[in-house]
């Protein structure tokens, strides 16, 4: 079955300073790999996804995901943070069984000081 | 351009209760998804719609659930009779045809059954 991992629940970083939200997969195939982001009171927006092409993706926010086949990883970063990146993320992957839908990980929960 | 929307944005009923909560698509959004997260835990596939056609609906936990998309606009969502473990967070989400992996999503109806 397909699945996605996120380690960390929180993830505590200082503003300016680089961040990196980890996600490791399993899947049968080539995956497809996405991310989103969950503002308080407010539902989940599309980062960005890979399903082809070059292993760096960019996406909204000037974050990036990075895929790595040889370690099944699909790690968010951006270079410098922001407060108001602080958010629930949450990785997923599809689940190529069934049309659409979406196999998502647990979420992990982004907190940037100033 | 309007977002996904959901009603209500928080219910709380008594077990044994009905609730029917109400997903409103973008515009032209031919597929509909529902998806719940409980307890914090990872959010998970319920059913997609495409148009009033159901397309998948293997995530649907048991019969107390019920989903329509009649005239493949707007989708309501039943729970009769609600139990405990229903309570969580449901969350609608609509992608274009074309573009079946972006998907936009509600903000989400918190559930609370007791």
């Known amino acids: 079955a397909q699945s996605v991992a996120q380690p960390e629940d929180q993830v505590n970083v200082a503003e300016g300073n680089p961040l990196t939200v980890k996600c490791t997969y399993s899947v049968s195939g080539n995956p497809y790999l996405f991310w989103y982001v969950q503002y308080p009171n407010r539902g989940l927006q599309f980062l960005l996804k890979?399903?082809?092409?070059?292993?760096l993706v960019k996406g909204s926010y000037g974050f990036e995901a990075e895929f790595n086949k040889s370690q099944t990883s699909f790690h968010l970063k951006k270079p410098s943070a922001l407060v108001s990146d602080s958010a629930l993320y949450f990785c997923?992957?599809?689940?190529?069984?069934?049309?659409?839908?979406?196999?998502f990980g647990t979420g992990t929960r982004l907190l940037v000081s100033p | 351009e309007a977002g996904v929307t959901q009603f209500p944005s928080h219910s709380v009923i008594e077990k044994g209760q009905t609730v029917t909560l109400r997903c409103d698509p973008i515009s032209g959004h031919d597929n509909l998804y529902w998806y719940r997260r409980v307890m914090g835990k990872e959010i998970k596939f319920l059913l997609h719609f495409v148009k009033e056609s159901k397309q998948d609906e293997s995530g649907m936990p048991n019969n107390r659930f019920l989903a329509e998309r009649t005239g493949g606009t707007y989708s309501t969502l039943k729970v009769q009779p609600a139990e405990l473990e229903d309570s969580g967070v449901y969350f609608c989400?609509?992608?274009?045809?074309?573009?079946?992996?972006?998907?936009?999503f509600g903000p989400g109806t918190r559930l609370t059954v007791t």
């Open positions: 890979y399903i082809t092409g070059d292993n």
């Open positions: 997923a992957v599809r689940d190529i069984r069934g049309f659409q839908k979406l196999v």
């Open positions: 989400a609509s992608s274009q045809v074309s573009n079946p992996y972006e998907q936009y």
